[in-house]
């Protein structure tokens, strides 16, 4: 018996020790009864391709990883929060952030909202030039194109006045654009650094943990979140622009200013593994009267885990009137679907807002998986006509508005380094129902029919992207 004879004897039994490892793996540490199944019967029926792709998907290693690795720290010198402030009757939308991050409200004096690139760029590249002290600059993608170009300039010019300059691009968010902007950033001596970057040596390429957030701080007085990253593509009103994104981003003043640039400072010392930090101070008082009132929920595959996810189940059930939802990828959790549906027979108005056209296709295809059973509580879902609409806002009720960079959907509720801002007024709510109902004026209801009636060839796509769902 030569050599590969006896290869043949000892792959069967190799398979099925793999196949019985990865299933008991599953067995005792996945949650979720019928994820565990689901992973048992594949290792069983491909005993050799099963316990492969389960090593590859189905371990766990983002929150055992992440707890190990962001491990900074960054106190504040105050932690002056208004529970409940005066003549406001925010309850009991406001206890659930409350509850979530163990915090209260911090002062917002103004929130602006900008819409696209044309009006988003303009207003960050003139806070840029007016800055006195200090620009610090957080994103996900970074393109190297005409719009990066003049950021580029723009931190050039305020280095060059003496100002603070820092800027955080994810580790993977930057290879989306081929000429990666950190290497002009350093070729322009701006201090920068990546969240986790992906690099060969030493190996480190995973795709998860990634920082999705956006923030703008300048000096004291600015800062910017929102959904909008930067690059041409942004810039919606070009017809020559062939992969346009429509977005909204935020401008806001006041204390939350200071909680936003914490959460930079806190990220940019992960990142460049300083540790044993002075507090950080605030610069902004929290003032007792406010026009708007506003909360920091950063959300992470860390200690922050679900904070957001947690954050929406609580403000969707609590609410009263209406939930309008606009994201780009809607692919929520079983129990946000359970609430979106309790919430629809309590009698309050659920709108859901998607794009037509999606820029992933795979999480466009396991998004149509979930709404049949959206629609068939009779949930209104409509599809936003092209371009891709990437806004994302969860108004509540006729006070209550969250924005940030999360999408609903299991990537930026599980994986990713998100940030949520609460906002309580009534006034910023009116503006973004206004932005809401001028977007679903330009959209197309879709109907329980329509999903019904998908071909066999196409219910399987669907079907098996969803499969995929947690890392679309």
Known sequence: MNWEQNLLWFIPPIHIMMAVLASGHALLNKADSRGAFG????????????????????INRVNSAARRHYITK???????????????????LSMVGENVVKKGLSSCDEVLVLQNGEEIYPTMLEAIANAEHHVLLCTYIFDRDETGQQFIEALVAAKNRGLEVKVIVDGMGEWMSLRRIGTLLRQHQIEFTRFNPITLLPPSLNLNLRSHRKMLIVDNRYAFTGGANIGDRHLALRQDNAHRVMDIHFRLRGRVVDELEWAFRRDWHYCKGTRNLHPYKHRNPNKRESPVWTRLVLDGPNKSLDRLNDLMLGVISSARKRVWIMTPYFLPTQDLIGALIAAHLRGVDVQILLP????????HWASRNILRI?????????????????SKILLIDEQYSLIGSANMDPRSLRLNYELGVELFSRETNQQLSEYFLSRRANATQVTK???????????????????FSPYL
Do not use: M
């Not at 019967?41 to 998907?57: E, H, K, V």
């Not at 029919?449 to 098996?464: C, G, M, Q, T, V």
């Open 356 to 363: 037509g056209e999606n820029n992933i296709k795979p999480a």
């Open 449 to 467: 029919e329509e999903i019904a009636n998908r071909s066999l060839p196409e219910r399987l796509r669907d079907s098996f992207a969803w499969l």
């Open 39 to 58: 992973w048992i019967a594949l290792c069983i029926i491909l005993p050799l391709a099963g316990p492969i792709l389960y090593l590859i998907f189905g």
């Open 74 to 92: 960054l106190g504040k010198d105050s932690t002056d929060t208004i529970t409940e402030p005066a003549g406001t009757d925010f309850r009991p």
């Open 374 to 390: 959206i629609l068939e509580t009779d949930l209104y879902v409509a599809y936003q006509k092209s371009p891709f609409i990437h």
